[in-house]
C-alpha cells in the first residue's frame, strides 16, 4: 500500500509532477490544455493600484486574484481589468470565464459585468459568510 507523506523539502516537485500527471491524464478527454497564465495590472503613473491574475486554458479562462486597492476603488480600474481579460480570453477562443468571491468582497461588481452565481459555498470563510461561484459566457469568442 502507497504511504502519503506531507511534502515539505520536495512541494515544489511533487507539485511538478502531479501537474504533469493530470494534463497527460486529461490530453485523450480534451485535448491540449494550450496553459497560459494571465497577469493584468491597473496603474496609476507607475504605483501598481490594482490587478488580476488567472488562467486560460481549453476554453476558458479561471480568474484567481482580482485586487483593487482601496484608494484607487470607484475608479473603473476593476472592470477594465475584468473587460481586458474577457477580451484576452476570446482571443485565445474561451468561451467563458469563471471567478469565485466571498460576500464580503465584490458579488455585486460581478453581477453588475453580467457574470451568474453558480454555486455557493455557505459559512465559508467564517460563519456568516459565503464563496460565490461566477461565470460568464462570451460572445464573439473565437473557435
Known amino acids: 500500500m502507497a504511504s502519503v507523506v506531507r511534502e515539505k523539502a520536495r512541494a515544489a516537485a511533487v507539485e ?3 501537474l ?3 494534463i497527460a491524464y486529461n490530453r485523450p ?9 494571465l497577469v493584468l495590472s491597473a496603474r496609476e503613473g507607475r504605483r501598481i493600484v490594482g490587478g488580476l491574475v488567472g488562467d ?3 476554453n476558458f479562462v479561471y480568474v484567481h486574484l ?5 484608494a484607487a476603488r470607484g475608479k473603473d480600474h476593476g472592470t477594465r481589468l475584468m473587460r481586458e481579460a474577457e477580451r484576452v480570453a ?4 474561451a468561451v467563458l470565464v469563471w471567478l469565485n468571491t ?3 468582497q465584490a458579488p455585486k461588481f460581478y453581477e453588475k459585468l453580467g457574470y451568474r452565481r453558480f454555486a455557493a459555498l455557505r459559512d465559508t470563510p467564517a460563519s456568516k459568510t459565503s ?12 473557435a
Open 90 to 93: 476570446r482571443e485565445r477562443g
Open 20 to 22: 504533469q500527471g493530470l
Open 16 to 18: 511538478k509532477r502531479t
Open 29 to 37: 478527454f480534451a485535448g491540449p490544455a494550450r496553459y497560459k497564465r
Open 131 to 142: 464563496r460565490f461561484f461566477y461565470v460568464k459566457r462570451l460572445s464573439g469568442a473565437r
Open 102 to 104: 466571498f460576500s464580503f
Open 66 to 70: 482580482l485586487w483593487i486597492d482601496g
Open 56 to 58: 486560460c486554458l481549453w
